[in-house]
């Protein structure tokens, strides 16, 4: 498996700039490997989806808009993404 296996590309029109107001409408993408389709669904038919034994992860984590490109002697690329301060009064 290589890294650029997850690139992809999403319009920056798609991406949220802020919640929902109503947290279960937001947007659900469904992916059924058997059938090799994908459905764009709410949160809230997540229920559907989830069987008695499956585990659900919750990430209620807040990051902050820091992302650090770079590129290594050897070519590789490098992404640091900063998720908090370690001096708040830099």
Known sequence: MKLSDFDYN??????AQEPLK?????????LDRAKHTIEHRTFEDIVG???PADL???NNTKVIPARLFGKRKTGGKVEIFLIEKNNPTC
Do not use: A, N
Request: aromatic share 4%; glycine share 0%.
């Open 49 to 51: 989806y989830i069987k």
């Open 56 to 58: 659900l992860v919750l």
């Open 10 to 15: 999403l319009p920056k029109e798609l991406i």
């Open 22 to 30: 109503e947290r279960s409408k937001c947007r659900l993408m469904v």
